[in-house]
């Protein structure tokens, strides 16, 4: 094979076969293929219910007001049309990695490295700020309980975002979040089916409490906590739809699951019908449970309480009802399911890492397995190492918004994909999901609508996720475009 240029190895693709299946340029490595639909369909729930009720609503709800509602119908509608984007490419291409693996065989390799690198940031800090929520609901159970808190000092990150800026706090650590971390490695080292077992037990237990949460949330609903509508305060520039928009990409987030799923295509059974069917099963289920707790939950108190509110669901029922009880168990089912939304998120971040590391581009012991649970070892310790470190020192504030973004980019990416994967005709034979009325319109609409949401994240996302950008292109030079797998045949 000829010598490629240096604009010719940016953009060259990874071949797949007429199946749409990813030729493996090199590595005999390989995951076992042991989710079926339910246990794909509860991954994609469990790394999406929870994450923008039990905590974002806090943050989300002084954006926009009671018209909170719409920021969620935003997002799940942005959400909907890439899940169809998604669909078609998981038919014609059922690989680990996502977005990342459907960028590379489309686009090509740079931006596909782009993509990961927004999955990375994505995952891991989805991981660390949802661990982080989940000690605020711990304390709380803890609290109604037993009568006993976790000492401050060791719940309490130590770069948190005060009045004027970042402020550190020398002495205190977020211990819970770092022993949430642990454990949920402890499972993912014991192999996936166990992992996606105790994941779907703890799926069905959340959507059990949030309806036991509507229920007790109604029976305290007040028409006027919905007046007025939209944020009157202009002062932020958060009035009106602005403050919609700027709450929809707080809560864009939440919606990872449907990449989670996408991202365990290398090991489900049938990937070509159980991917597309469990990412819009995940959706359906996802969007019915979030309008139906928003509404219950800004019905049952003003909007101006939310801010900073801690376990704000549990808060709400103990308001409504006057009694201990229902918060204790909403803090519960809480901690059970922020439990699963972490393990899946930190799963989701090592499938990504060995689908890049099979393809050269980082170091190979992210793809390394171990002999009896064919899980990636050495990957699954580093990214708990990491998130465990992140999650017990800094502040979730910093953290939302940054998921979002990463979110977002690597939606826009799938969205491109669809119509350069039908002009190049990959898996054009291979059956499966098609995006309606061609590969233009509703792709074109998920972009226009993930660019709309994009406009309105704060400045300093922006700059923490050029910064980030900028660092994981020099790695990409320095290191990825050396060792591609795709470069080392070109060689040959």
Not at 173 to 178: A, D, F, K, V
Not at 335 to 346: G, K, P, R
Not at 364 to 391: D, K, Y
């Amino acid at each position: 094979m000829g010598q490629q240029t240096f604009g010719q190895q940016l953009i060259r693709t990874k071949p797949v076969d007429a199946s749409g299946s990813e030729v493996d340029a090199g590595s005999s490595n390989g995951l076992h293929r042991s989710l079926g639909l339910f246990s794909l369909t509860m991954i994609g729930v469990g790394a999406t219910i929870g994450t923008g009720i039990f905590f974002t609503m806090v943050e989300a709800v002084p954006k926009a007001g009671p018209s909170v509602i719409l920021s969620f119908i935003l997002a799940a509608v942005t959400a909907g049309l890439t899940a169809l984007c998604y669909a078609e490419l998981s038919s014609r291409i059922p690989a680990s990695g996502s977005s990342y693996s459907y960028a590379y065989a489309t686009v090509g390799e740079f931006p596909a490295y782009i993509v990961a690198a927004c999955l990375l940031l994505e995952y891991g800090l989805a991981a660390s700020a949802t661990a982080v929520g989940w000690s605020a609901y711990l304390n709380n159970f803890l609290a109604n309980s037993i009568g006993w808190q976790i000492p401050e000092m060791l719940r309490s990150s130590m770069i948190v975002a005060g009045a004027n800026g970042v402020e550190f706090h020398l002495g205190q650590i977020n211990l819970p979040p770092i022993i949430l971390v642990i454990v949920c490695g402890f499972l993912l080292l014991r192999g996936t089916k166990e992992s996606a077992t105790v994941n779907a037990v703890m799926v069905l237990t959340k959507l059990v409490i949030l309806t036991f949460f509507a229920v007790v949330a109604f029976s305290g609903f007040n028409a006027e906590h919905f007046t007025p509508f939209f944020n009157p305060d202009n002062s932020k520039g958060l009035g009106g739809m602005a403050g919609v928009t700027a709450a929809a990409g707080t809560v864009f987030f939440s919606f990872i699951g449907l990449d989670t799923v996408a991202t365990a295509g290398e090991e489900v059974k049938n990937p070509k019908r159980n991917v597309p069917l469990a990412i819009l099963a995940a959706l359906v289920i996802v969007t019915v449970f979030y309008l139906l707790v928003a509404v219950a939950a800004v019905g049952a108190q003003p909007a101006s309480m939310f801010a900073g509110q801690e376990a704000g669901l549990s808060v709400i029922l103990q308001n409504v009802t006057g009694k201990a009880w229902p918060a204790l168990i909403l803090s519960a089912g809480a901690v059970i399911s922020v439990f699963s939304v972490t393990l899946v998120t930190i799963y989701g971040q090592t499938r990504i890492l060995f689908a890049i590391s099979k393809d050269g581009l980082i170091s190979p012991s992210f793809q390394r397995l171990h002999a009896r649970t064919q899980t990636p070892t050495s990957n699954t310790i580093i990214v708990c190492v990491v998130v465990s470190i992140v999650a017990g020192l800094v502040d979730a504030t910093f953290l939302w918004d940054m998921v979002s973004m990463g979110t977002l980019v690597a939606f826009i990416v799938v969205s491109t994909a669809v119509p350069v994967m039908r002009a190049k005709g990959i898996g054009a034979g291979s059956g499966g999901f098609r995006v309606p009325f061609g590969p233009y319109f509703l792709p074109g609409l998920s972009i226009l609508a993930c660019l709309y949401i994009l406009k309105d994240l704060p400045p300093t996302t922006y700059k923490v996720f050029f910064i980030w950008m900028a660092v994981a292109i020099g790695v990409y030079f320095l290191y990825g475009m050396r060792h591609s797998r795709l470069s080392q045949n070109d060689e040959k």
